[in-house]
T-cell receptor
Framework: QKEVEQDPGPLSVPEGAIVSLNCTYSNSAFQYFMWYRQYSRKGPELLMYTYSSGNKEDGRFTAQVDKSSKYISLFIRDSQPSDSATYLCAMSSGGSYIPTFGRGTSLIVHP | GAVVSQHPSRVICKSGTSVKIECRSLDFQATTMFWYRQFPKQSLMLMAT?????????EQGVEKDKFLINHASLTLSTLTVTSAHPEDSSFYIC??????????FGQGTRLTVV
């Protein structure tokens, strides 16, 4: 079992839909939970991160962490074609700056 | 946010030659740089961690003599793929961690070995 599991998709949604992206993990030592967006042939860009459990909102994006279930989510409201990208979840224990990445979910938002 | 500039973005080289990839931190000092390799539709695979002024730490299975990493200053880390072969063709990305949660990535280098 991999430390971080993420469905690669692709996930195809119409413009304006609410998108839900998810990751599960097995290492209970993870404390920081990050979401990165990666456009084709580009480096990942940090969208947002959460420390421990709870929710965090930033504009159209909401990150949720449920440590009891070892499950994290990223919600995108009012999705736009420009949101089409690969979304990578990542996690770290805090003791190390080396994150563990999921394989990424490819999202396609069609007009 | 912090900026990491990676160069070149694309390179095509002949088999047997060497290729150098540079990553510069433009507005901060990066004491540590991670180097990743990414295959299509796959996650980032950590190759090595470079630390300014000391030898890089390589992940298991990564050939030190093939992937030479140098971190001579607080703003520059380089990865040299030596004696490149077609199987080395991949997307290489550097990343400078700021905190346990925040890391800034270069734009990536697509290497094609023919």
């Amino acid at each position: 079992q991999k430390e971080v599991e993420q469905d690669p998709g692709p996930l195809s949604v119409p413009e304006g839909a609410i998108v839900s992206l998810n990751c599960t993990y097995s290492n209970s030592a993870f404390q920081y939970f990050m979401w990165y967006r990666q456009y084709s042939r580009k480096g990942p860009e940090l969208l947002m991160y959460t420390y421990s459990s709870g929710n965090k909102e930033d504009g159209r994006f909401t990150a949720q962490v449920d440590k009891s279930s070892k499950y994290i989510s990223l919600f995108i409201r009012d999705s736009q074609p420009s949101d089409s990208a690969t979304y990578l979840c990542a996690m770290s224990s805090g003791g190390s700056y080396i994150p563990t990445f999921g394989r990424g979910t490819s999202l396609i938002v069609h007009p | 946010g912090a900026v990491v500039s990676q160069h070149p973005s694309r390179v095509i080289c002949k088999s047997g030659t060497s290729v150098k990839i540079e990553c510069r931190s433009l507005d901060f000092q990066a004491t540590t740089m991670f180097w990743y390799r990414q295959f299509p539709k796959q996650s980032l695979m950590l190759m090595a961690t470079s630390n300014e002024g000391s030898k890089a730490t390589y992940e298991q299975g990564v050939e030190k003599d093939k992937f030479l990493i140098n971190h001579a200053s607080l703003t520059l880390s380089t990865l040299t793929v030596t004696s490149a072969h077609p199987e080395d063709s991949s997307f290489y990305i550097c990343s400078a961690p700021m905190t346990a949660a925040e890391a800034f990535f270069g734009q990536g280098t697509r290497l094609t070995v023919v």
